[in-house]
């Protein structure tokens, strides 16, 4: 019974419904889309956290050098699988958060009758001056970076020692390796020749197993050039700090003062920082969150524009109203009875086109709405309401209200 | 006034009609200024990355084959003409693609509130190969330049010297140039570079060059005399021998001493198979290895012939007495070339000698304070100065785009405090700067200091100075007394501290923690340039790296460049959908505000056809009745766009930027008051316009009755 007699009534107030309608449909989208926004920026940031490529490399001290630090090879096997047998086994495997690790060492060698520099790498980016010249490798057919990440006894050597070995008419080069303290200590590997190496002299680049293993039968250690890695996932750099970088390296100090960080094994001797180059990934993050942060405030706009609204229409319709609404006071309706009425019809109309509005995104976006937004606006539109109603309640006559005027 | 009454005749109804066009309007500026900020938002991030293309070694290596048919491969310092006419090209060829060529420029500056680095002083074993060219290498210049006083011990008889002259091989050989040899005891190297060892008590290895034999004579050189001499090439040769044995294996150079070097004995030099005449003449050696330096970690050895002994706690210079000698005279002229005609000009000798005269040896008495403030010591005074400003002066490198520059593009430098240069201040030439982080700590220096720069030019007609044409670790030049300074002392501020992940390199894309950027029209003066290494670099559009290769290999020219794109392609699809969300804001504002607008036009324009009839009945003219519509509604407008302006400019401005300051972020709505204005100044004329349109209608249907 009391929904017909209010849509009759409403009829009467075509207009003031039509502003009600469209101002609860337009919160109801406005809402819905720029929740529409959070979420693509959150998904967003989610994406630059999952694709971002963020490095760490070994460094000194003041974070200028990451070549040339001869750590020890314990270092290295904080970023290779550990064995019972490793010299040292950290208690958090530093390779549950980074791979891709590059690292190079180095040792020398006779070969053609000359003495050679020998790079063991783990992949062709762990020499700085070959991988920015990424066109100074020429593979032979067959051979590519991936022979590095192997354990293959192949190498690629620089082009002077290959007009050696293509006088010697061999197959295959063959490195002859000095134990460091005991020259009359040697190994030979045999090797195949993977490609030439422009730009460089005699030198011979090989897979790390397969260097690092001559190196440490002739030598029991290794000294390593330089370390780094990629971290697996980003959103877990703090962690990594935390559980590993922090326990081993100091973090990289302009002065060249290392900051105190728990009792390191290799700070006692070699006192190294672990730099981990993620400031783009973070500013590109800061900007995409700052982004977020206008849409956020505008919904928080909305539910103000909303209540203010309410509160307008409110104040509008009473005054527009007050002989009827005077006249039905004189036949004995209630203020609170008037007020209900009022109330009620605003809410009928904004719930129901806030509704429609919100439907309408919903089906199009098939994103869960900003529940917390919508009640928001919804409670804002009713609190204004209240508000502007507020004379109706608190006057004690409404028809001296109609007199005055 | 009397519309205004009008108005408040009907509150409600005018109130409404405020109320909607508030909503309207602030239902655009903020989905627009929104879709602006996301505009500005997807740019800023974007211009966290930058693609840039360097050119690689493929084209400068020349495969061939030589006498003995071995295959040879020959080197070229720059690119094939052909090359670099194509790169040239490309940026006429694929102007979508690619950005801009950059070139950045070189010039020194004389800063003297900062320590400059010396490579003596920070060598380390990682950096210094061996194999670095000259266009490439780290040198100590232009700190060499020394007032050392000695006592000489031995001095040589003069002797016939070839000066070197770069330009005029042919001129060299000039009988009359003579040189003596003195070596002596270094008694205190007056204003030495504080990177090189105190040389007090090392052995010093001078060398004066003089025109003739009567004009060293002059200089009345005596054993056991104490002089001062002044020259700009100042090797400390026991640091020199300690590189030398730095090479020998990984450590040598940190644990080098002295007493590792054993004598041989005579039997011992004998039997050295390196020692025999046939090795000697094979390795070209003039003298025979009399010692052996033992690395006691390594067991590594090294042979150590007299003049390798002779560098342990020794240091040399060389002493020029004549310019004109310096520049290779010939005939009683010195050729130079003129920068501002473009042609060869013959200055006489003399002439020569005056522009470029300065300090070179002279009997010390007293002290050299004593010595410098005598009046008849006025050049020796200008070398002390020039020794002042050449140990304070640094590289500078102008740009346009300093994360074009190849180090920075491939995230081998970046800014570790503080932040890079801005467009304005690239534009405006801004008297900003970034130095190392190495350098700041050393001087003392943080962002917001300031430092204060006087650039000055490369003198090439200068006899001091040492032509390079490096493409990498570019050094300051020697500053020169007759060229002066380019510019006057003025205050630069640190904007930004720079960190490299390997400071001293001798990478072909290096350069030292000395180097100071600015931005291109900040630098006064002419500066020098370079077509490879950390000169040249293309900026590319982010992700078109690509279809510039794709270009490349349809002309022949496949793996010219190396691109770097510091993992723009890893994130470039997320920006395009990031930027598709904000296009549907957009679209959601301007759809809010066309129902605004209609519901606006639906219940004031289209309801006042009766008053327009009741005109029209009255007698009123057409434009009158136009004239009675706009007047009734403007203020409406009007006052409705204002308030929506005013709330979404407050709304912005103030709720928007405290906001984000308490997020600890900064939002780019430096645009937004602008924006709102120009979007309410284009809303009101809008609909005025629908309002005339719609008051046009009636007024043509009513006098179209009437025939009027």
Known sequence: MLFPYLLRRMRRRKKMCIIVGLASLMAGILVYGFHLGVVSMTDQIENVLDNSEVTCAVTNLTGTQVDGLMLPDWASNLFRETTAESVHIPTTSFLDYVDNIKMKFSMEADCLNCNVNVFGVTSIFADRSISLQEQSIEWFSGFDDSVFESDANACIISDDLYSLFQQSGNSKLELTVKARDNNNLTSTIPLDVAGILHGKSASVYCPWETASKVCLDLNKNLSVDCISATIIDNRKIEEFKEKCANIYFAEVDPRGVPQPWEASPIYESYPFALEIYDKTMNETIATLKSGMLIFNICQIVIVILTLCMGFIVATLSIRHRQRELALQNVLGCSKLNIFSEIFTEYVAVSFTCLAIGVAALALISKVSPPWFYIAAVSAAGCLGTVAGALPLILNKDILLMTKTE | ??????????????????????????????????????????????????????????????????????????????????????????????????????????????????????????????????????????????????????????????????????????????????????????????????????????????????????????????????????????????????????????????????????????????????????????????????????????????????????????????????????????????????????????????????????????????????????????????????????????????????????????????????????????????????????????????????????????????PWNLLSTKSANPEAAFYSVYKGFSSDETAFKIIGLYRQKQEWSEGAYAFTPNTIFVPKKSAVGQTAENDSGIFYSLLLKNGTADKVDDYLAKNGYGGLLAYYDQGYSYISENLNEFFSTSVKMLLVGIIGWCIFLAVFLFMYPAQQKTEAERLWRLGAPKDFVSGYYISTNIWIVLIGIILGGTASFIFLQTILQNFSEQAGITLDIAQAPILIFAISVLQFVLIIGMIFLTARKVVRRLYNQTGE
């Not at chain 2, 002797?159 to 003596?180: H, K, L, Q, R």
């Not at chain 2, 001062?228 to 044995?245: H, M, R």
């Not at chain 2, 054993?262 to 005449?277: A, Y």
């Not at chain 2, 534009?427 to 204060?452: F, H, M, P, Q, Y």
């Open chain 2, 1 to 462: 006034m009397i519309y205004i009454k009008q108005l408040l005749r009907k509150p409600l109804k005018t109130l409404l009609g405020i109320l909607i066009i508030l909503l309207a309007s602030a239902m655009l500026c903020v989905s627009l200024s929104q879709y602006v900020s996301f505009f500005r938002t997807r740019a800023s991030v974007e211009s966290k990355y930058t693609t840039i293309a360097l050119p690689t070694n493929k084209y400068k290596i020349e495969q061939s084959v030589d006498e003995q048919g071995h295959p040879v491969v020959i080197y070229s310092d720059s690119q094939p003409i052909e090359v670099q006419q194509f790169l040239s090209s490309l940026c006429v060829n694929l102007p979508q693609e690619i950005q801009s060529e950059e070139h950045h420029e070189l010039i020194s500056a004389f800063c003297k509130n900062i320590d400059s680095l010396n490579w003596a002083e920070f060598y380390n074993e990682s950096a210094y190969t061996g194999e670095g060219d000259g266009t490439t290498v780290i040198s100590e210049n232009p700190y060499t330049c020394a007032l050392i006083v000695f006592k000489a011990d031995d001095i040589s008889e003069p002797y016939p010297y070839a000066a070197p002259a770069i330009d005029f091989p042919e001129n060299t050989a000039s009988d009359g140039n003579m040189a003596v040899d003195i070596t002596g005891t270094v008694i205190s190297a007056y204003m030495l570079h504080k990177g090189f060892d105190d040389p007090a008590g090392y052995t010093i290895r001078l060398t004066v060059h003089g025109e003739t034999a009567d004009s060293l004579a002059k200089i009345g050189l005596n054993k056991n005399d104490i002089y001062i001499a002044y020259g700009n090439d100042y090797a400390d040769c026991n640091w020199e021998l300690k590189k030398q044995i730095g090479l020998i294996t990984k450590g040598a150079y940190e644990r080098c001493s002295w007493d590792n070097i054993i004598m041989l004995s005579q039997e011992e030099i004998d039997s050295l198979p390196v020692n025999s005449p046939e090795e000697m003449a094979k390795n070209g050696a003039t003298e025979k290895e009399i010692a052996i330096y033992n690395d006691s970690e390594s067991e590594k050895e090294i042979y150590l012939n007299q003049s390798k002994l002779d560098m342990i706690e020794s240091c040399s210079l060389t002493v020029e007495c004549s310019p004109s000698l310096m520049a290779g005279a010939f005939d009683g002229y010195v050729e130079q070339f003129d920068m501002t005609t473009g042609s060869m000009i013959s200055i006489p000798c003399k002439d020569f000698n005056d522009m470029y005269a300065r300090a070179s040896i002279e009997k010390l008495s007293g002290s050299v304070e004593d010595f410098m403030a005598n009046d008849e010591n006025e050049l020796w005074r200008q070398a002390a100065d020039a020794i002042e400003i050449n140990n304070h002066s640094f590289p500078v490198i102008a740009t346009d785009n300093l994360m074009s520059v190849a180090p920075f593009g491939l995230q081998d430098a970046f800014i570790a405090e503080g932040r890079t240069f801005t467009e304005q201040e690239y534009d405006d030439g801004a008297k900003v700067c970034l130095i190392s982080e190495t350098l700041a700590n050393r001087s003392g220096l943080g962002v917001g200091d300031e430092i204060t720069m006087r650039f000055y030019e490369e003198d090439y007609n200068s």
